[in-house]
């Protein structure tokens, strides 16, 4: 009613750039804003490292070893460990090289100079969407976007991610922060009562978890996290259907979530397993260089 006697009166239906045509703007300022804001930061704080060459072991894992620069070899990828010229390497990380090799097919047609920046291009993409998951996580838990924002800008610029974005086969570490991040995030979306059987974001979860393992070992520590993000939102409930005793609750996660999870862990150390068992042989000489190379 008041609002209508005010339009009556003139007030605030005389200008057509009012409360009703700012509001829409409003909306997609506070929506896309800190989204738009922390993906800038992410590319914006690197993008002088395009220039670059390859630095340090790059030369070892993306011009020196056949699998990332000769598709015929990709089944070896699976079959060997991460630094190829060691017969006993013990680290398995398939996926990063499947994306050197991907990247290697995409920019072998540009000149020499412009190839190291193809690759880099790529790793600013996934610290880009590391960052916004950040920004995402920090939203789910704060309800402030432009608080989750601040979160994300600060971890998009820290210098603690320098040597990961800008050396190339730092892409490791960025697959397996956004594969870990985007787990975590999806878990904290799931209601804390499970349905009778699994969910598919829960499925999800474990293909992703599953993938980042595969990326990079450290992955395995997604197992505390997800048990801490459970606790931690089992503590904020104070009442309603999920308010239910710890007992329960954690007879319930054990088996309907940390156990599956385990399962992924156990199914991952036998993928890592065969692949040595599959590998078993010399390494192939790629030239005069026989340096240790450590991981």
């Not at 239906?13 to 506070?30: E, N």
Request: positive net charge; glycine residues 8%.
């Amino acid at each position: 009613m008041a609002r209508r006697k005010r339009q009556k009166a003139g007030i605030g239906s005389a200008d057509p750039v009012g409360p009703s045509a700012d509001g829409p703007r409003r909306h997609v300022l506070h929506r896309w804003g800190p989204i738009v804001l922390v993906a800038v930061a992410a590319i914006g704080v690197y993008a002088n490292s395009l220039n670059n060459g390859f630095l340090y072991d790059d030369g070892q894992i993306i011009l020196n070893d056949v699998r990332t620069r000769d598709p015929a070899h990709w089944r070896e990828i699976f079959t060997r460990g991460y630094w190829y010229r060691r017969s006993d390497d013990p680290i398995y990380r398939p996926i990063p090289l499947l994306t050197y090799l991907a990247n290697h097919v995409v920019t072998d047609s540009l000149p020499e100079e412009y190839r190291p920046a193809g690759y880099r291009v790529f790793n600013l993409a996934l610290h880009a969407g590391v960052s916004l998951l950040v920004y995402a996580i920090g939203l789910q838990l704060s309800g402030r976007r432009w608080t989750a924002a601040a979160a994300g800008v600060l971890f998009a610029v820290h210098p603690i991610h320098g040597e990961v974005v800008v050396i190339v086969i730092g892409r490791a570490d960025l697959l397996c922060a956004l594969l870990y991040l985007l787990g975590i995030w999806q878990l904290l979306r799931e209601p804390l009562t499970f349905p009778s059987r699994f969910s598919r974001r829960f499925c999800g979860v474990l293909i992703l978890f599953g993938v980042a393992l595969l990326t990079k070992e450290n992955a395995v520590t997604f197992v505390g996290t997800a048990v801490l993000v459970d606790l931690w939102r089992r503590w904020r409930v104070r009442g309603g259907a999920e308010a239910r005793a710890w007992s329960s609750f954690l007879l319930d996660r054990l088996v309907r979530r940390y156990l599956p999870i385990l399962a992924v862990v156990v199914l991952s150390l036998l993928v890592d397993l065969s692949s040595h068992l599959l590998g078993i042989q010399l390494p192939v000489d790629l030239g005069d260089d026989h340096s240790t190379i450590f991981p």
